[in-house]
């Protein structure tokens, strides 16, 4: 990381200082430019602006060492200079087409860290419009759309960058549709929504929120048998979301008339999935009265102690006692909510985040589709 800092600020000074040096010849141990180079080796970036602003004032006219000085002053935070320098850089007249393009994606990064989010967006999609900087521009031109939660152009600029690094960002442009299917299903619009989401699992057929996406609208609508269609898919697409399907798929199969189908579900991931809590404590739901209930959690969780089968387990009613639970026991049971309530229910695979809340998105790492539910296990 802190190489590949260096070779970025080295890169350019380095091209800025040839070419200076060739404008304005000097011996070739010159102190200042090698004391600048040498201040940002050692990631030293004051002594380095003072060297570099000494070989502005002999040079004012090089761009490329006021372009350098001022990605310089924007490291160091100071992003008035920085906006100033870059700006009267892009006002000139005379500038080179590649040097305008590197003014045109300096000054896109500083609007970009002083807030002025329409002004960068209209930078850097200048510059993405040429060869050499298309990729870097595109990247936080994404960056912006997300900021701003403009989904459309998000896509149209993944689009392009896919196609420009040759690398897959499905798993984005399907969390992009769905934040469209979500948005269209805010203001009524309901077969907007559907074609988002549908769009979103063409996109990328292992998108988990793309078919509860697409479940939650179609159950909307009461056509039971495609949201169960969709729910079910959700079981294939990972596992982990168990506890969050299950209970949709028991509603609309039972508003569908489709209890053996449910019943049928049950045992196929019970074989495949049997240690998962949320799959036996449905199937205990089918138990006829609470005496085998209470045989089949306990079996369960002596084979996987479980937090939520623990509860459940306690809720059941104790024999003698009319169907209530005794005091103790329901004290006991009551602190082990409060204790349950307080966990973190997901965690994110990428930074190990525990959010109480499900997010698309994680919002420490921001990377998308990385949080999932988390194991319920003691
Ligand atoms: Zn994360």
């Known amino acids: 990381m802190v190489e590949g800092l260096i070779l970025w600020l080295l890169l350019p000074l380095g091209a800025a200082l040839g070419w200076a040096l060739g404008r304005n010849p000097r011996p070739a141990g010159d102190p200042e430019t090698l004391s600048g180079l040498s201040h940002l080796a050692n990631e030293n970036p004051d002594r380095a602006i003072a060297a570099l602003t000494k070989a502005v004032e002999r040079d004012p006219e090089a761009a490329e060492l006021n372009l350098t000085l001022g990605a310089l002053f924007r490291k160091r935070g100071e992003i008035d200079r920085a906006l100033r320098l870059h700006e009267s850089v892009l006002a000139r007249k005379e500038l080179r087409s590649d040097l305008r393009t590197q003014a045109l994606y300096e000054l896109g990064q500083d609007c970009l860290k002083a807030g002025l989010l329409d002004r960068a967006e209209e930078l850097l999609r200048e510059a993405s419009q040429h060869a050499s900087h298309a990729v870097v521009a595109l990247e936080l031109l994404l960056q912006i759309h997300e900021l701003l939660g403009d ?25 992009y549709a769905c934040e469209l299917s979500d948005l269209a299903s ?6 907007e929504a559907l074609r988002w989401a549908r769009k979103a699992l063409e996109t990328d057929p292992g998108c988990v929120r793309a078919s509860l996406c697409l479940g939650r609208l179609e159950e909307t609508r009461q056509h039971w048998h495609d949201a169960l269609a969709a729910y079910l898919k959700v079981s294939e697409q990972d596992a982990r979301f168990l506890p969050e399907v299950l209970p949709a798929i028991e509603r609309v199969c039972a508003a569908g008339g489709e209890v053996d189908t449910f019943r049928q579900f049950l045992d196929k991931v019970e074989a495949q999935h049997g240690l998962d809590s949320s799959v036996w404590l449905a199937r205990a739901h089918q138990l006829p009265d609470a005496n085998a209930q209470a045989l089949y959690l306990a079996d369960k969780l002596a084979q996987r102690p479980s937090w939520r089968g623990l509860v459940q387990f306690l809720s059941l009613p104790v024999a003698g006692d009319a169907g209530r639970l005794s005091r103790p026991v329901q004290a006991f049971r009551e602190s082990l909510v409060k204790v349950l309530d307080k966990r973190p229910r997901y965690h994110c695979s990428h930074c190990g985040f525990a959010p109480s809340l499900l997010f698309w998105r994680c919002p420490s790492c921001k990377q998308w589709g990385s949080v999932h539910p988390a194991p319920d296990t003691l």
């Open 186 to 191: 805010q203001d009524g619009r309901e077969e």
């Open 151 to 175: 989904w459309q152009p998000a896509l149209d600029v993944a689009g392009r960058l896919e196609a420009l690094k040759g690398q897959s960002l499905a798993l984005q442009r399907a969390h």
